[in-house]
């Protein structure tokens, strides 16, 4: 009776963990999860393998109350019930399980019809499958994201005949076919089947281990985030060792904190020195990384022009370099040959490179990675960008004026996150001088676009384009500008400053301030905006000084945080209220838009629809078809 006694231990330590928490101390119960369980349409998977960590409970009551929560026994060991468990435990032992329980799944998870003992025994022996018999519930769609999960599983089990692997989250089975290797909507090869169910295998195994002691994050969005760190190509073919030594690598990631994503608003005021900043190296070494030559595109052109400044306004402090990296590979060689030669900063400028710098960010523990990129939260990293939408709100407050007929042409790049709030804050700020301006969408990035001719309507003769320009490009379709007799008439641009953000990030490295306690253990975003002088916006000459001067008034107002682009009611495209009249959004609701408001005539493209250069980083931080950020993830604060 040892094994049945460590095992009721086990589960009385649960059951009484439970009544103090107030909780109910039993095996969850299927039927009172899902009082229509009856209702619901069912369909049969046959005999299939399925993990034993996803079993998480009974069908029906009946002897439900002789188990923990872990499915551990809880009855007195002189019951029939503890005889019987010990023999089963033996038989298995010497023997193995030789019939299939018998199941529902139901979310992903596993609910036990007949069988609760052996998936009790298996549990206290460590197994991870069992053979089940198994039938799927198939819940009501409502649009709840664990519903519209389990819909996308359906799909991808139909394809590959993987039942083991799931995922929590929607959009993820989408981001898994997107990796290097895989092929959505085809049907797959054995070969590829036995490779991912190898592999998963493998990571499951050691990540149970790994991760045991640890509040760890489900194995599937595990397996998820450790594939895109590593690359799928890399890993199809490694062994466990290697499996094990990538998890290890991984593990502050894998494990789930509150308050994941902090989202720093605003530049710090100049904090005191540290005392181990006199240990400090008296010069940081910082590299930046480009994905294309800086004279040949505009993002990279003002990025440099940010490491300029901060190196002119350090002389002395700090040593910078760059490094053209159009890459994954590229740039994992030009990371490890810039460490190598003392470099201990790493400045990634795009958001295309965050995968890219994943893996060097772990293996390197004391190299500062920075990532320009809306969404992230990987620990080892920072992201850092822009708020543009309040620079947006200024111009559209003067496309609002300029526009005679309320007709307003605005050219988004890509249909990535942050995109839709800037062009909602140019139609709001719009809309606020000119009630009946309607503003019409197109795409920089789509294969249907016209840079000659983006707008057919005649009347769109206030355009708001791309919002700087490279050296190599003498074009003037940027900013803001009329069209006036067929000529371009510049009026205003947005103005983004990266030096000011460089130049503090590099003084915190310098003074030892910036791997402060506080943050060591959760994600760090910068996003930073007109307060931090990071950005701004510039007129000519040309536009009505009273306007002009209304215009400032408000930039004034969100400098100071008394005014958001985004307060007072408003409505998206389909007629939803997407912000009430007494409120305004949280900065989580702003950087998660994935609408357009209601004065918005347009759509956000498929990749589809997409020139293949930009398909990359919709994949990596696209609207559609990538993970939907979840607000809950972020906290923000003002400083």
Known sequence: ?????????????????????????????????????????????????????????SVSSGRSYAFAGNFMPIL???????????????????????????????????????????????????????????TRVIPERDGSPEVE???????????????????????????????PGMRAGEEWTEDEVLTLRKLYHYFHEVYLTEMRDRPAMPVGDAFLIWLSAFDYLELRDADRDTVRDRIRLMSREFEQQDGRVNLVMEAAKPAAPLISALFRPSKVKAAFLFTRSLEDSAWNYWHNLGRLEAEQTLAGKVETATRIVPSRASAAAAIDELIADGYTAIFA????????????????PDVRFLCCSLLSSYKNIRNYYIRFYEAKFLLGMAAGILSKSGKIGYIADFPIYGTPSAANAFALGARMVNPSAKIYLNWFSSVYFDAEKPFLDPEINVICNRDITAPNHQARDYGLYELRDGEIVNMGTLIPRWGPFYRMMIEMIQEGSFSSSENREKATNYWWGLGSNIVDVAFSSRMDPYSVRLIQHFRQEIREGSFSPFEGQFRDQNGVIRCEGDRRLTPAEIMCMDYLVDNIVGSLPGENELIETARPLVRLQGIQGELKPELSAFSWNRK
Not at 349 to 364: C, F, G, W
């Open 1 to 57: 009776m040892d094994h049945y006694s460590r095992a009721r231990r086990e589960g009385l330590k649960v059951y009484t963990a439970a009544i103090q928490a107030n909780a109910d101390p039993y095996l969850p119960v299927l039927e009172d999860k899902v009082p229509n369980l009856s209702q619901l349409s069912r369909q049969s998977l046959g005999v299939i393998s399925i993990p034993v960590d996803r079993i998480i409970g």
């Open 149 to 179: 999960a389990a819909f996308e599983y359906f799909a991808f089990t139909k394809d590959t005949g993987l039942y083991a692997l799931y995922f929590s989250r929607p959009g993820s089975y989408q981001k898994l076919m997107s990796l």
């Open 349 to 364: 400028t795009s958001p295309v490179m965050l995968n890219s710098v994943i893996e060097p960010a772990m293996e390197h």
């Open 76 to 134: 007195e060991g002189a019951s029939e019930f503890a005889t019987k468990w010990a023999r089963l435990y033996e038989s298995v032992e010497q023997e193995g399980v030789n019939m299939p329980v018998t199941a529902l799944e139901y979310l992903g998870e596993y609910y036990i019809i007949e069988g609760n003992k052996r998936i009790s025994v298996m549990k206290s022996m460590g197994a991870l499958e069992i053979e089940a018999d198994v």
